[in-house]
């Protein structure tokens, strides 16, 4: 492992695989300016993380390249654009000039306006550089790192898959709703074929699934997704009911089968993606 200071890089360099890993909302550093800013509790900014889904990612990999954000997606959200900066918070967000995107006007820009029904985080807005310093020294690091290791991927094997690794809300009651959505951006980000697979391992291990409804990936896969390139990025949000104890807090007893669903998946993709590896060896 190699320490930045907004991610952690596991695995080798370049890639071993062609699946490469991300956790981008897995972070749980809080600096204290951003604390000091806050106008809720602090522990309301756990409702924004996809919580303690890096361990189930790290857990899952073997020789696969995994990013994990350390940053706290309160600080800076790496899945959403640099452009997608909120005037009601950032100073800077008005000099851009640009029409303002669904997420943005929601409250859920680079910088979070809001979670749940807390209203407003903030105290008031952060200045200009404030925002321009945490692009420069955590967005922009960590999306360098993740594109080179899939041009890495790609070159060496002719194709790179990945997997961006999220967690969500339940969606409904464990019997009926999803517990995990797989997300290509409406075929956008990856080919179909990527998607069915992953499908096919969660009906496999009794895991109901939906397809891009309602997360259909955010701007890790519009950056990266590449199908007509070689590079396919699909979107993976595991229920956090699945993994997580009754109160959504802590690993619960439901964490070894997500691992395990989640390690088939990067099985599967693998050879989805280089079928003739075994035969070849």
Request: hydrophobic share 40%.
């Amino acid at each position: 492992m190699t320490r930045s200071p907004s991610f952690d890089r596991y695995g080798p360099v370049p890639p071993e695989s062609p699946v490469v890993l991300s956790a981008p909302h897995g972070g749980r550093d809080y600096p204290p300016g951003l604390i000091a800013a806050l106008r809720v509790p602090a522990d309301a900014l756990r409702a924004l993380e996809d919580r303690h889904v890096d361990s189930i990612a790290r857990q899952a990999r073997r020789e696969e390249t995994l990013f994990v954000a350390t940053r706290a997606r309160a600080w800076i959200d790496l899945n959403r654009a640099e452009h997608d900066r909120d005037p009601q918070i950032d100073a800077g967000a008005q000099l851009l000039g640009r029409p303002l995107s669904t997420k943005v006007r929601s409250g859920l820009g680079l910088v979070p306006r809001r979670v749940g029904t807390l209203g407003q985080l903030w105290r008031g807005r952060f200045a200009t550089e404030d925002i321009a310093a945490r692009i420069q020294e955590d967005h922009r690091p960590y999306h360098l790192a993740l594109g080179e290791a899939l041009a890495a991927a790609r070159a060496r094997f002719g194709v790179a898959v990945l997997l961006d690794v999220h967690s969500m809300p339940p969606l409904g009651a464990p019997e009926t709703a999803p517990r995990l959505v797989i997300g290509d951006r409406f075929g956008r980000s990856a080919a179909a074929r990527f998607g069915a697979r992953v499908e096919a391992v969660a009906q496999r291990h009794g895991v109901a699934t939906a397809a891009n409804t309602p997360y259909a990936g955010g701007h890790i896969l519009e950056r990266h997704g590449d199908p007509r390139r070689g590079v396919h990025a699909l979107q993976l949000e595991f229920d956090r009911a699945f993994y997580l104890d009754g109160d959504l807090d802590e690993p619960g007893p439901g964490a070894p089968a997500a691992i395990a669903l989640l390690r088939a998946i990067i099985d599967a993709l693998a050879d989805e993606a280089l079928p003739n590896a075994q035969a070849a060896e």
